[in-house]
């Protein structure tokens, strides 16, 4: 059986319209999960840049409570309450030493290995300290 | 036949309907883009759009060894939107108060008041008001902190989050009245100082309409060390005195700001971030104080305190090469991290705002210059029991000295017996105005230029304006004021070898990632006199401290040549010179033929343990140098000097 024309032609624009429609919705959503991709994206960045601040906040609150720890009246405090007795020194109490200081500790060190009566090298192995027995 | 769907009729009716959709549609469109386009347009972008400002970290303020004296800690300013409050959360309000501290009857009232009077003022204005305020520290400085209340039951605050900066404004809710004629709350401040870990504890309750704005709060975990110094940021952000004022310009850094839109819950829309730009963190400042010298200081100061009882003392050490200060404290002083319970006595700085006569430490003035002009040597001898001489055509009485001498005293002694008798020989051999214009080059009567302040210029009187006994006076240093700092830096002088430095205490800038921007160096103002002039002063200064020769020899320390000179100067009460009331001074170096530290103890009206009553330099300055001289001398590994490599003339002036 043969449509008539205008009928077809209606069929035809619905068919179409629907199409259209579908398309359109299709490119729709994929604006609109492209938009959600971007907000969700920016959404991470900003969170991302929060946990970075808050990290250095804590850091700030950390630094600043070392630093408390470390005041002079607090040392203070520590070293009457832990009875620890540490005192200044007194210039009576000080030896100064001219010269370069880690010379003067290596040569008062080492002093004995360059003299004849000893050997000129260092034992490690106890066993091998010890002179060795004589046979009975 | 069997027809389609579409018929002439539904087909119609189909289109009619299309077309009256697309036809209600155009025409709601003409009236929001048309008709009512402007008042639409006001409301999205005041509804969608915010500013959002983010606020730039304030740098640190460091010693010279990189402790920390000042720095910028986050707290939370928490708030409710009372609008917003659910009563099933009603059950958690006492585990609120106990958690921030704030009573629980306070929190009923302020989650319970939703409105205020339309009459009130929009807080919003009164946080402009200190916002502005904010701009201008010195006017701030002085007032009191802005008065947000709205009402005597409840406070609440729109805009100000504490940081004195304007944030989001919410406002503009709060300004619409309601349908009772009411202002709604939208938020009521409940705490400004909470931290981080309690605020986490707040959040864990889950109270809807409960949250908070983070700022940057200043914190000083060294407490009192360094106060005068340091300074102190108020509540409202304003630095109100010390580096934080005067270095404000590198610490405060630049506040960055987002250009974004909320959605109806005033969420922001991350995507739709415009204009965004990024803070700048404020410089870090490095100081010249060291954190342990300071406090050697200032022990010394808490027993000048408790034992003396002055009402001002201030101690001030310099590293003798280079001008910078090493430690500056006064007493009484102050915690900055609690500044509202400080008198404000204690918040002045008397080493560069106080001034006073300077006493016997501005004789170095008279017999430098002297000494300088070879009008003079140490050998030279003086008649200081003579008490009289003309001046003008006039006889005019010499002050007297505190001891009779049985010989004519030579220049070394001059200083070592402290005579004003000699003194005044000096000064009158160079003549007034020769005299004034050494004071002058010394630094007297002239600004430093000092990082802290407000300074104090001190009181120079040109000879022109002297009255009759002025030049007898002023050469034993009266007549003549000067803040604390410039007779250091006079004594400084000496020590330097004849160049008057430029006090510093900045060292360097450095930015957040600890770079250094600028570094500061010795500044040299001016040569006062030769070095020549200035080693033979420092040798006959050394005489000052040696037991039976000099006025000192409490500030003498065992093993080293320290130089120096005391000080008891006369205060001024109702215009006449008091006879009990003295400003005590000890100002020296050490070692006295290669300086390393200048250091000046200068303590206003000692009351108390005062043998004979009167507050002398020598008893209760010259103590105070000599502990903590041997502190430092442990702190800074300071060497005594081989006498043999001293120059035979100098070392026959030298006391040991």
Known sequence: MKHSEPHAFVNQLLVYTLAMIVTSGSVGLGAVWLRYQMAATANRIKQTEASISDCQ?????????????????????LNDDLHLGLVEPKEAQVNRVDEDVEARLAAKRNSDLLTESSPAFVVFNPQLAQPATPAQ | MRRGFASNYRTAVIAAMIGLCFASIAVRLYYLHVLDRAQFLKMIEKARYAIDVENARRGDILDSRGNLLATSNSQVVLGVDPQAVQTEDEKKWPELSALIGVPLSDIQRIF???????????????????????????????????DVSVGPKFEFNLADDGSGKTTVPSEV?????????????????LRDDLDESVYDQVMKLHIKGLYGNRVYRRAYPHNSLAAHVVGFVNHQNVPVMGIEKYANFYL????????????????????????EVDPVDGYNVVLSIDSVVQDIVEQELTYIGEHFKPLKATIIVMDARTGFILALGNYPTFNPNE????????????????????????????????????????????????????????????????????????????????????????????????FYDYAKKYGFGEYTHFALGPESRGVLIPP????????????????????????????????????????QVIQEIRDSHNEVVFRYGREVRRRVISRRTAETMAAMLNWVTVPGQGT?????????????????????????????????????????????????????????????????????????????????????????????????????????
């Not at chain 2, 619409?176 to 709604?184: A, I, K, S, V």
């Not at chain 2, 630049?254 to 819950?265: I, L, P, Q």
């Not at chain 2, 002398?616 to 043999?644: C, M, W």
């Open chain 1, 57 to 77: 906040r804590r850091l700030d609150e950390t630094v600043t409570q070392i630093e408390t720890e470390k005041s002079p009246d607090v040392l203070r405090h």
């Open chain 2, 112 to 146: 319970l008041t939703k409105t205020r009077p339309p009459e009130i003022k929009s807080p919003a204005a009164t946080a402009a008001t200190a916002a502005a305020a904010a701009t201008k520290p010195e006017a701030a400085a002085d007032q009191k902190p802005v």
């Open chain 2, 173 to 189: 809710l709060d300004d619409q009245l309601d349908e009772n004629g009411q202002r709604p709350i939208r938020w009521a401040k």
């Open chain 2, 252 to 275: 405060a850094g630049h506040n960055g700001w987002v250009v974004t839109e909320v959605d109806g819950r005033r969420h922001e829309l991350a995507q739709f971030r415009t204009r």
């Open chain 2, 339 to 434: 500044y509202q319970k400080a008198s404000i006595a204690s918040l002045t700085d008397p080493a560069v705002s106080d001034v006073l006569e300077p006493g016997s430490t501005f004789k170095i003035v008279a017999t430098s210059g002297a000494l300088q002009e070879g009008l003079v040597n140490p050998e030279t001898t003086f008649d200081c029991n003579d008490d009289t001489v003309v001046l003008d055509g006039k006889v005019r009485r010499l002050p007297r000295d505190d001891e009779h001498f049985d010989h004519r005293l030579t220049l070394r002694e001059v200083l070592s017996h402290s005579s004003n008798r000699g003194a005044f020989r000096c000064a009158y051999l160079l003549g007034p105005q020769k």
């Open chain 2, 464 to 503: 022109d304006k002297w009255d009759g006994l002025t030049f007898t006076r002023m050469p034993m240093g009266h007549s003549v004021s000067a803040t604390p700092l410039q007779i250091t830096y006079a004594m400084g002088v000496i020590a330097s070898g004849g160049e008057l430095l430029r006090p």
């Open chain 2, 552 to 656: 000192a020899p409490a500030a003498a320390i065992p093993g080293f040549q320290v130089a120096g000179k005391t000080g008891t100067a006369e205060k001024i009460i109702n215009g006449k010179y008091s006879r009990t009331k003295h400003v005590a001074s000890f100002v020296g170096f050490f070692p006295a033929s290669r300086p390393a530290i200048v250091m000046s103890v200068i303590v206003d009206q000692a009351s108390a343990n005062l043998p004979g009553g009167v507050a002398y330099g020598s008893i209760v300055s010259a103590p105070s140098f000599r502990h903590i001289g041997e502190k430092l001398i442990q702190y800074l590994n300071i060497k005594p000097v081989d006498e043999t490599q001293r120059p035979p003339s100098l070392l026959a002036l030298s006391s040991r």
